[in-house]
């Protein structure tokens, strides 16, 4: 395969580590899980993975979870290739294509840290934003159970611009979520918060209310965003409506009909 070749030349890596001194890290408490959703994104793998690498080696403790959703490009080769000279890398499959909230569920439930990173595939979320989202979390009250990314400058197509602030004027206007941008791929969560959450199919776009309904707070900070250099969107504006649509019904409804009750014990 042509990428293995071009990433042979300059690893990410400098050589696997033997079996013993794996089985050691496995021993060593986790700061952060990083999940990665990917469905045909072989050619933003290697590139968005060295950049993780640069933003958290020597800042804490991580693992980085790829969730494959079933590719037919060869992104899971890719992953399976550079698995052996990253210590770090967990790689997950799906074994038939079941979008991408399904795919970050996955990863989350196989996480090992308290605490989750999320970003795209794609490339278009920044790596180095990490520890801006990490610095918020560690200075913020306990309340706040997730800081979502808040693309501030976006690179897309213009329509694709448009499109994304018709449907979060909608979403806050109905939702009252206070979130300027929950399309947003990065995002920093507590593991145990997520898994207590309704999960559902394009449940990912949803999460600020989902964990304010949940009785906790949410914060939105600014990050960087990135034009797409390989591969192409999986989405398409009228698609993404539709569906969303349906979903935005749902989540009102279940924020409607949901309540929150301290409980103490003796």
Same mark, same amino acid.
């Given at each position: 395969m042509d990428i293995l070749k !071009? @990433?042979?030349?300059?690893?990410?890596?400098?050589?696997?580590?033997?079996?013993?001194i794996?089985?050691?890290? #496995?021993?060593? %408490?986790?700061?952060?899980?990083?999940?990665?959703?990917?469905?045909? @994104?072989?050619? +933003?793998? %290697? %590139?968005?993975?060295? @950049? !993780?690498?640069?933003?958290?080696?020597?800042? *804490?403790?991580f693992e980085i979870i790829y969730v494959d959703d079933d590719s037919s490009d060869g992104s899971?080769?890719?992953?399976?290739?550079?698995?052996?000279?990253?210590?770090? *890398?967990?790689v997950l499959h799906h074994a038939q294509r079941s979008g991408q909230s399904t795919a970050i569920r996955t990863g989350v439930k196989a996480a090992r840290a308290p605490?989750?990173?999320?970003?795209?595939?794609?490339?278009? +979320?920044? %790596?180095?934003?990490?520890?801006?989202?990490?610095?918020?979390?560690? #200075? #913020?009250?306990?309340?706040?159970? *997730?800081? #979502?990314?808040?693309?501030?400058?976006?690179?897309?197509s213009a329509s694709k611009r448009w499109a994304s602030r018709w449907a979060n004027a909608i979403r806050a206007r109905i939702l009252h979520d206070a979130t300027p941008d929950t399309g947003?791929? !990065?995002?920093l969560f507590e593991r145990a918060t997520f898994l207590d959450l309704p999960y559902f199919d394009h449940m990912h776009r949803y999460l600020p209310a989902l964990v304010q309904r949940?009785?906790?707070?949410?914060?939105?900070?600014?990050?960087?965003?990135?034009?797409?250099?390989?591969?192409?969107?999986?989405?398409?504006?009228?698609?993404?409506? *539709?569906?969303? !649509?349906?979903?935005?019904?749902?989540?009102a409804w279940l924020i409607q009909r949901s309540k929150v009750t301290p409980a103490g014990e003796l």
């Open positions: !071009i @990433e042979a030349s300059r690893p990410v890596a400098a050589q696997p580590l033997p079996d013993k794996r089985s050691l890290q #496995a021993l060593v %408490p986790l700061g952060l899980s990083v999940v990665v959703p990917v469905f045909n @994104e072989r050619d +933003n793998v %290697p %590139p968005l993975l060295r @950049e !993780i690498l640069a933003a958290l080696r020597g800042l *804490l403790e899971l080769q890719v992953l399976h290739s550079l698995k052996a000279e990253i210590p770090e *890398l967990r605490w989750v990173v999320t970003l795209d595939g794609d490339g278009q +979320n920044d %790596p180095a934003d990490i520890p801006k989202l990490i610095a918020a979390r560690d #200075a #913020a009250e306990s309340r706040i159970k *997730l800081f #979502a990314g808040w693309r501030v400058r976006r690179q897309d947003c791929g !990065i995002k949940a009785g906790w707070r949410t914060d939105s900070i600014p990050v960087n965003h990135r034009s797409r250099s390989a591969g192409v969107s999986k989405y398409d504006n009228f698609n993404r409506a *539709l569906v969303g !649509i349906r979903d935005l019904v749902g989540v």
